[in-house]
């Protein structure tokens, strides 16, 4: 691979270790304990330390995958539940193999997987990390027959491969397409102190969800000393519903880079990383494209606009398949080459971030904001949005609506007005944020999309008077039990209990203490948790609880009832002993 | 600095301290005990138990990890973190295969003590009765992953104390578990010996020294006659004296 990291000294490879274990992932299909042991010598590693990484991402495998390997998204959106009927199962019995074993032949292997960021693309899957979208019992058909027939993927019509990307509203930085090296001119004509005032003045906070003012952060960032500084792109877009930074990566690179430059010529870095989620693996060689145009056209390398000592290049890192890695400190734990557990906070990586180093990290939305304020000035900016929320959001929109896509708004849109422009109708609830934010209904609909009333890294996810709200609450603890890094207590056994908990009641084996049980838990991960993920991976439960407590209480059973049930614990025991007789179960 | 600045309040207790200092290194130092379990003297701290959860303005932190500052307002012992901190270890019971009746480690167990120490009379939630591991390959000490609480003693004690790097943790959420740093991946392939910290730092029954069962009757074991809080708190001054000869000796050499 052409763009990696080159920290380590010059006798250890030059790629990332993420890139050379996809690379020996997709060359034998797994990852073996000798391969393992190779790579800790080549990289100088502790073989545990490998070992430890090949474990923590969901795209790498310690067992072999088939020839053709199949995820399919599980994403309340783009998911394999298509209108009652289970797309995965579907595929899997009509090929004989059951999900997370690989055939016999290993010819194929199906398995799940968290949102893979198409849900506006229908249901969809990655077959060897291509997306595959629109699916529908057709489709898994002949996706059957080709694999059967062991037809190269190479062969397959190419329209199934196809993303459309639709954006519905534009405004602010979806209008413009910005000239490269436009911004950057006028950065390097106005100075760095001078670029940094006009991104503080144009009061633009980040867009992943946080909102941490972005000028105090470059600011902070350029006012520590180090050994070196760095800019890093959080392209780590994992909440399920968001696929805004897809379109952004697709179709705005140009600014993103160009963003990155500015900030790089703000805070002093010759270094910048943009982190890559592994589900967007195929837009890597588009990523390469434009970084090398843009090195071919002096606004990346040594010299950048002729600049005397300005130097600064991209590497792109791709991860491997964990929702924890969009948390900026797991992030940079990522890009170190070590599990993503994000780190003890503060120190903030801004201070202490890659490599020990201050480092600003920032969503993809953010660094193309960035790149258009400095080319159009801070006031065409904050002239749009509200006063504490300046500017647009761009909103990744789906679910139940008639036109799901990219929806770019001045901050302070009412929900209502979203769900009239797409299409929604007879709306049950909205989850904005993702499952990490927040639940509403009707009655909340005239609040605003903003820092100060609802805010949203971008998902907004439409639930319809039809849908079965319980299973979405299942679905996003599924998501978090699956997805906690396991570091501490609260999250690692909580959102566990969380999914049991709630699995309990849909099997109608809950009772009201179930209930009482749900918010304890609740309480325990939000308060008590290590980070991020923690804090909000209960927030659905809670606003579930409060405003659809119906959703629950019509499912409760009013007698005391097991927590497991008794008939199914014997199931081994009836095996072991090939037993299925009456008096080999309960009543 | 005046003697005035370098202080903290928990539960309205003065406390002193030094710049640096944890607020759980200086409540150990005043005698005052914060619940904890993955945290060791003279040890990196790591934060991943979270029983040493205190509040700062309604706020929650691990106090092993969050620095101690001038003027900080921590509560500590109050009915409702005591309550939270007993549901935390009622997690980390129902996650692993914890028998007290039948575990070595019975009476000298701190995640036993712990309990008794909170009041926790069940395990409130469900068991998750998941496969695990043992390892009982090497002659001296055995490794029953069933019992671990990933508190990642062993990894720092290996790593910082014994200079070995025996231990690491692998994987994500309830997968996640403790892989031995050899080629087999088994203990009797790693360089560990039973005089390492690593060895005898486990605050459960995960890792056992071989064919010692028992010397000790219960009964007559550490919890038998003294709470978790007395311990960790003679803990600590032993740790703060092993650390002060460490650095006498650095210094010398």
């Not at chain 1, 993702?434 to 639940?439: H, M, Q, T």
């Not at chain 1, 299973?471 to 599924?478: L, P, T």
Request: glycine share 8%; charged share 15%; net charge negative.
């Amino acid at each position: 691979m052409s763009n990696s990291c080159q920290h380590n000294s010059s006798n250890l490879p030059q790629e990332h270790l993420l890139h050379r274990l996809h690379a020996l992932q997709q060359e034998y299909l797994h990852i073996s304990p000798q391969a393992m042991q190779q790579v800790a010598v080549e990289f100088n590693l502790p073989l545990s330390q490998v070992a430890g990484i090949v474990a923590f991402y969901s795209f790498f495998s310690a067992q072999p995958c088939g020839r053709f390997h199949i995820l399919f998204s599980n994403c309340t959106s783009c998911g394999y539940l298509l209108a009652g009927q289970n797309l995965m199962q579907l595929l899997a019995q009509q090929l004989q193999v059951t999900p997370g074993k690989t055939r016999a032949d290993g010819l194929i292997s199906i398995g799940e997987t968290s949102c893979i960021g198409l849900c506006d693309q229908g249901a969809s899957l990655l077959v060897n990390g291509i997306p595959l979208t629109h699916l529908n019992p057709d489709k898994i058909a002949q996706i059957a027959q080709q694999i059967t027939a062991n037809i190269s993927m190479d062969e397959w019509p190419g329209e199934w491969f196809e993303i459309h990307d639709t954006i519905h509203r534009r405004n602010l930085l979806l209008t413009t397409q910005l000239a490269p090296g436009n911004a950057l001119q006028q950065a390097i004509t106005h100075g760095a102190a001078e670029t940094l005032t006009t991104i503080q003045q144009s009061g633009l906070n980040g867009r992943g969800g946080a909102g941490f003012n972005t000028g105090k952060k470059w600011q902070l960032c350029r006012e520590k000393l180090g050994d070196a500084h760095y800019v890093i792109c959080n392209a780590d877009e994992g909440e399920p519903g968001t696929f805004k930074d897809r379109v952004l990566l697709h179709h705005h690179a140009e600014a993103l880079f160009e963003g990155m430059t500015l900030c790089a010529f703000v805070i002093g870095a010759n270094k910048g990383l943009v982190y890559l989620r592994g589900e967007y693996r195929y837009l890597l060689s588009h990523l390469q494209t434009v970084l090398s145009q843009r090195r071919n056209q002096g606004l990346l390398g040594r010299h950048i606009l002729n600049h005397a000592d300005f130097h600064f290049d991209i590497d792109l890192v791709v991860g491997a398949g964990a929702y924890i890695c969009g948390e900026e400190s797991a992030l940079i734990e990522s890009l170190e080459v070590k599990p993503g557990i994000p780190r003890i906070r503060p120190p903030f990586p801004v201070t202490h971030g890659y490599l020990g180093q201050p480092t600003v990290v920032n969503n993809v939305e953010t660094l193309i904001a960035a790149a258009h304020i400095v080319a159009h000035g801070s006031s065409w900016f904050n002239s749009v949005g509200t006063q504490k929320s300046i500017g647009t959001k761009i909103l990744s929109v789906s679910g139940d609506c008639r036109l799901p896509g990219i929806y770019e708004y001045p901050f302070g849109v009412r929900i209502q007005q979203i769900l009239d422009d797409c299409g929604a109708q007879r709306v049950q609830a909205v989850q904005i944020g993702g499952p990490a934010g927040k639940l509403i209904g009707a009655p909340d609909f005239n609040h605003t999309i903003s820092f100060e009333d609802i805010s949203t890294g971008g998902s907004f996810l439409i639930f319809g008077h039809q849908r079965d709200l319980l299973a979405v609450h299942r679905n996003f603890a599924h998501f978090f039990a699956h997805e906690s890094c396991g570091f501490c207590t609260p999250c690692r056994v909580g959102t566990q209990l969380l999914k049991n908990n709630l699995d309990k009641i849909a099997e109608g084996r809950g009772t009201t203490n179930d209930i009482e049980t749900l918010k304890q838990l609740a309480f325990l991960i939000q308060h008590h948790s290590h980070c991020g993920l923690g804090h909000t991976a209960a927030n659905h439960v809670l606003d579930g609880l409060q405003h659809f407590p119906q959703v629950f209480a019509t499912h409760l059973n009013q007698h005391f009832v097991a927590q497991f049930d008794l008939d199914q614990a014997l199931e081994s025991a009836r095996q072991i002993t090939r037993r299925d007789d009456a008096a080999a179960h309960l009543d | 600095m005046s003697a005035i600045q370098n202080t903290i309040r928990i539960d309205n207790q003065a406390i002193p301290f030094t710049p640096g200092q944890t607020i759980m290194d200086a409540a150990l130092a005043a005698k005052v005990y914060i619940p904890h379990l993955c945290h060791y003297p003279g040890l990196p701290p790591s934060g991943n138990c979270r029983l040493c959860i205190v509040e700062i303005e309604n706020r929650s932190v691990a106090a092993c990890t969050t620095p101690a500052a001038a003027d900080q307002t921590i509560c500590s012992n109050t009915p409702e973190l005591n309550e939270a901190r007993k549901a935390l270890t009622q997690m980390l019971f129902v996650e692993g295969d914890h028998i007290c009746p039948s575990c070595e480690k019975t009476g000298n167990c701190k995640l036993q003590a712990m309990a008794y120490y909170l009041g926790m009379l069940d395990d409130h939630f469900p068991q998750f009765y998941q496969r695990r591991e043992i390892d009982a390959s090497h002659p001296d000490i055995l490794l029953d992953r069933r019992r671990c609480i990933l508190c990642d003693l062993c990894v720092r004690a290996s790593r910082e104390v014994d200079g070995k790097n025996v231990f690491a943790i692998a994987g994500r959420g309830t997968k996640a578990h403790l892989i031995v740093n050899s080629p087999s991946g088994k203990l009797a392939d790693s360089s560990i010996a039973t005089t390492d910290l690593a060895t005898t730092i486990c605050p459960v029954g995960a890792i056992l020294i071989k064919e010692q069962g028992y010397q000790v009757p219960i009964g007559q074991r550490i919890y038998d006659h003294h709470t978790i809080r007395e311990t960790s708190l003679q803990e600590h001054i032993a740790g703060c004296d092993k650390l002060k000869r460490k650095e006498h000796q650095d210094t010398e050499r």
